[in-house]
């Protein structure tokens, strides 16, 4: 039988990357796990995990996407970026900004289609593991990713064709 | 990856394509991700306290009256009191006991609080608490009357009978003064929740409730489960201070009961 335990330390690291590659900030990532984690416990004492990466990535998805929504200002930057010290400050910065614009962006998008959107490129999940952790069929993530690129697409080529100009 | 996705990016502006690059392969932070785990793996061990919490407060509950009730029965054999008069001699024993326990625990928190650090105002049904006490005191010097005229001596049945009410009325109105007068502040070394302190390192969890979501829920420890949960309200406006000052003291954030 599955114990809590093993279910935060199984799913636990996998599930902060999903966080981490929404959010980008520590703090952003660990206030929405502890949130996820108290409400998985929850749904863990009644029973009600069947498959608990599935349910894990759902619920931190939506919870960091919310709080990406929140999130008034692109402009505070996590000191872990840099970590690695492979670049200046000043080319993280703008690498920064420009992770941070596209997070922005993605935030933007109705839920579903942001859900599927980070699914599939920051995750790299297929069509069918995205449909068991949202719980939707196949063709509803085929569609909202569909959906999704078509909107980012729109705002991304606007917003560079206004840069080069 | 899929081919389906490599070509939706390479459709992407140069800058797209890269920050999706560096947003999918950026490591993690691993000592993030220690103390996330090491909070989740928590969650259980202080549900199950908060659980105990709740089991506990009615064992120690049942504790104190199996041992109090028998006590009073067993005064009234030796003492060969009658039972019309045990209710207010027991009554006004255990009162004043329980009173001089808790004035001199008063005593000690305040001399060990520490500074102010956050002021939250006084008792909220404070009204009702003053109604309560001009009763008592009312009470309590008319019980004094009483006795001054009809006891003849204090060493008989019913100096005993007017020592005990008056006992049980002067401790009464002294909890209910220290109430009234009472303030919730948050202090350098533990909650002072009105008339007591919650030390800092007491503090097993705590979490907002209540519609508003303004309400304190604290859970300590404690050797009487029954002192062991008790709920503050807090103004909305020092809602995110108090947070910050619960987060930071007790190293613990908000728990969702």
């Known amino acids: 039988m599955t114990t809590w335990n093993d279910i935060v330390h199984v799913h636990g690291p996998p599930t902060y990357r999903t966080a981490w590659r929404i959010l980008g900030h520590t703090q952003d990532c660990e206030d929405v796990l502890q949130e996820a984690f108290i409400e998985a416990h929850k749904m863990f004492v009644a029973g009600k995990i069947g498959n608990p990466q599935a349910f894990l990535n759902r619920l931190v998805t939506f919870r960091a996407l919310d709080a990406l929504r929140r999130r008034k200002t692109l402009s505070s930057v996590d000191p872990s970026t840099f970590v690695d010290g492979s670049l200046g400050p000043p080319e993280k910065v703008i690498e920064h900004e420009d992770d941070m614009r596209l997070r922005a962006i993605v935030a933007e998008l109705p839920p579903r289609q942001a859900a599927v959107f980070c699914m599939t490129h920051f995750e790299e999940l297929s069509h069918e593991e995205i449909a068991d952790s949202l719980e939707i069929s196949s063709n509803a993530v085929a569609m909202a990713l569909h959906k999704a690129r078509a909107t980012l697409r729109k705002i991304m080529f606007k917003g560079h064709q206004e840069q080069e100009r | ?231 503050v309200p807090i103004p909305l406006e020092l809602k995110a201070k108090v ?11 908000p728990l969702d009961s």
């Open chain 2, 1 to 231: 990856m899929n081919q389906n996705h490599n070509e939706w990016e390479r459709e992407m502006p140069l800058e797209v394509q890269s920050a999706i690059n560096r947003v999918r392969d950026n490591p993690a932070p691993s000592e993030s991700v220690e103390r996330v785990i090491k909070v989740a793996a928590g969650i259980e061990m202080t549900a199950a306290e908060w659980h105990r919490g709740g089991f506990s407060k009615w064992f120690w509950g049942g504790v104190l009256l199996s041992l109090v009730i028998p006590a009073i029965v067993a005064a009234t054999y030796i003492l060969e009191f009658d039972s019309p008069i045990l209710g207010p001699i027991g009554a006004g024993i255990i009162t004043t006991l329980v009173f001089v326990e808790f004035f001199w625990n008063w005593v000690r928190s305040k001399r060990n609080a520490g500074a102010i650090l956050l002021e939250c105002g006084s008792f909220p049904s404070r009204g009702f608490f003053l109604l309560f006490g001009a009763f008592y005191l009312a009470l309590t010097i008319g019980s004094i009357i009483f006795a001054v005229k009809n006891v003849t001596s204090i060493m008989s049945m019913e100096g005993a009978i007017a020592i005990a009410w008056i006992g049980l009325c002067v401790a009464i109105l002294v909890y209910q003064s220290m109430t009234i007068w009472g303030r919730l502040q948050f202090r350098a070394n533990g909650i002072w929740c009105y008339v007591g302190l919650v030390p800092w390192k007491q503090v097993v969890s705590w979490n907002w409730t209540g519609s508003t979501g303004t309400t304190l829920f604290v859970q300590r420890k404690s050797r009487f489960g029954i002192l062991a949960s008790g709920a």
């Open chain 2, 243 to 253: 947070d910050e000052l619960m987060t930071t003291h007790t190293g613990k954030g």
